[in-house]
Nanobody, 125 residues
């Protein structure tokens, strides 16, 4: 069992930066494939970033601006978001897949087993 709690969302101006945190409880998720997704108003939940083993990957829309990272000692996954744009406005969710040291990278919401409650990110013009 894994419980995930996101935090760090808020209102920022375009061009600004924000760091989201996802803290796990119940078990460590340092060795689990992790993902960040987002869902804007009236839109489907979409892939943002993933980390599996030593590999990270990003949606084209955020590549070069966002960075996913882990801190195993704090049992936390981060999403550093720089150069934010209004189109980044969404509820952001972290997710974990139930596979210890799984070397695969996963891009679809249905491929993840555990989800946080989401944190709102709003980017103003």
């Amino acid at each position: 069992q894994v419980q995930l709690v996101e935090s760090g969302g808020g209102l920022v101006q375009a061009g600004g930066s924000l760091r989201l945190s996802c803290v796990a409880s119940g078990r460590t998720f340092s060795g689990l494939p992790m993902g960040w997704f987002r869902q804007g108003p009236g839109k489907e939940r979409e892939f943002v970033a993933a980390a599996s083993g030593g590999v990270t990957d990003y949606a084209n829309s955020v590549k070069g601006r966002f960075t996913i990272s882990r801190d195993g000692a704090k049992n936390t996954v981060y999403l550093q978001m720089n150069s934010l744009k209004p189109e980044d406005t969404a509820v952001y969710y972290c997710a974990a897949r139930n596979g210890w040291y799984d070397s695969g990278t996963y891009y679809r919401p249905g491929e993840y087993d555990y989800w946080g409650q989401g944190t709102q990110v709003t980017v103003s013009s």
